[in-house]
């Protein structure tokens, strides 16, 4: 984990923090207010658990796809089907659990590399590259081109 907290999540209490007050001046945007915030729940979350594990408790821990799928099952459990059972202030929604389910694994494809090995197609003739334990590892390929030599 680097060192400092993520400006992606400083960015995301901003957003959190924008649409607090447009609530209480009684303006709510309907796709923000709605699901973006959902959108960005599991991802926030995840990197608070992730930050208060490694920072605070000193573990080195990154999140994998159990404990995101886990924390979308957790969240959707708790905002969409328990809270309105015991609040009206709450409501719950099946597009809720889809934002939930959307931001979870965009953030599980970002923090493990998926994304990257996308952009490695092609980087150097005659080379390719993998993401192998979250590092970028570059190969020389094979004359025929097909399999890299390790």
């Known amino acids: 984990m680097k060192k400092g907290i993520s400006y992606w999540f400083l960015l995301g209490l901003a957003a959190w923090l924008?649409?607090?007050l447009l609530r209480q001046q009684g303006i709510y945007p309907p796709v923000i207010n709605?699901?973006?915030?959902?959108?960005?729940?599991?991802?926030?979350y995840c990197y608070?658990?992730?930050?208060?594990?490694?920072k605070v408790l000193?573990?080195?821990?990154?999140?994998?796809?159990k404990f995101v799928l886990t924390s979308v099952l957790y969240l959707s459990f708790l905002f969409e089907?328990?809270?309105?059972?015991?609040s009206d202030v709450f409501t719950g929604d099946v597009w809720d659990v889809a934002a939930y389910c959307a931001g979870g694994i965009g953030?599980?494809?970002i923090r493990s590399g998926l994304f990257r090995s996308f952009k490695c197609?092609?980087?150097?003739?005659?080379r390719c590259c993998r993401i192998f334990h979250n590092k970028l590892v570059i190969f020389k390929m094979k004359a025929d081109g097909k399999d890299p030599i390790c």
């Open 48 to 54: 608070l658990i992730e930050l208060i594990m490694n």
């Open 58 to 65: 000193a573990y080195h821990w990154k999140p994998d796809l």
């Open 34 to 44: 709605g699901y973006f915030t959902d959108f960005i729940t599991v991802p926030m």
């Open 107 to 109: 953030y599980y494809c």
């Open 18 to 20: 924008i649409i607090i």
């Open 81 to 86: 089907i328990l809270c309105p059972k015991l």
């Open 121 to 126: 197609k092609n980087v150097l003739k005659n």
